[in-house]
T-cell receptor
Framework: DGGITQSPKYLFRKEGQNVTLSCEQN?????MYWYRQDPGQGLRLIYY???????QKGDIAEGYSVSREKKESFPLTVTSAQKNPTAFYLC?????????????FGQGTRLTVV | GQSLEQPSEVTAVEGAIVQINCTYQ??????LSWYQQHDGGAPTFLSY??LDGLEETGRFSSFLSRSDSYGYLLLQELQMKDSASYFC??????????WGAGTKLIIKP
């Protein structure tokens, strides 16, 4: 079955440590996205990638980094520079980055900094 | 700035009809999408409107008025499983999706 997979579902991190969230898709989609969701709020774009080896900053990229070495994979690293990293992180993909593009989401990773 | 406004919470009765409104202010507009998200889950796509008018998909319909920068999601014959948060999202001038804060729909028996 085609889909988009995020792992792990729950992640605990000590303050000052970097952590990498995994996102893999087998939908053959060109575009991939990382969003952050805080309680009672909408989704805020961290980074997006339209094609392999290319990615762009979203609205809240500070303290995060990404790579897109393969079409299927778009990992997100939450660095120690991110001041408030505890949140629900959602990865999504779409056929292309443009109009009328339905986004397919992974099940999310809930990151807690302890 | 760019923003989308939708009610934070709506309550309805099982079997009834409910409308969730969304007004937007964005630089550029290509379309309005609606997504459903159950607690702790991932958003799932419901509908997309690029042109004015009503789009119907089963029990769900979505409406758009570009002149009023306004749209709504209409849910009919409400079922308990429809209890979720509903987000509107606008595709702006740079093709990125701008999201509303979401409307929590509470359904009572």
């Amino acid at each position: 079955d085609g889909g988009i997979t995020q792992s792990p579902k729950y992640l605990f991190r000590k303050e000052g440590q970097n952590v990498t969230l995994s996102c893999e898709q087998n939908l053959n989609h060109d575009a991939m996205y990382w969003y952050r969701q805080d309680p009672g709020q909408g989704l805020r774009l961290i980074y997006y990638s339209q094609i392999v080896n290319d990615f762009q900053k979203g609205d809240i990229a500070e303290g995060y980094s990404v790579s897109r070495e393969k079409k299927e994979s778009f990992p997100l690293t939450v660095t120690s520079a991110q001041k408030n990293p505890t949140a629900f992180y959602l990865c999504a993909s779409s056929i292309s980055h443009g109009t009328n593009t339905e986004a397919f989401f992974g099940q999310g990773t809930r990151l807690t900094v302890v | 700035g760019q923003s989308l406004e939708q009610p934070s919470e709506v309550t309805a009765v099982e079997g009834a009809i409910v409308q969730i409104n969304c007004t937007y202010q964005t630089s550029g507009f290509y379309g309005l999408s609606w997504y459903q998200q159950h607690d702790g889950g991932a958003p799932t796509f419901l509908s997309y409107n690029a042109l004015d008018g009503l789009e119907e998909t089963g029990r769900f319909s979505s409406f758009l008025s570009r002149s009023d920068s306004y749209g709504y999601l209409l849910l009919q014959e409400l079922q308990m499983k429809d209890s979720a948060s509903y987000f509107c999202a606008v595709e702006g001038s740079n093709y990125q999706l701008i999201w509303g804060a979401g409307t929590k729909l509470i359904i009572k028996p």
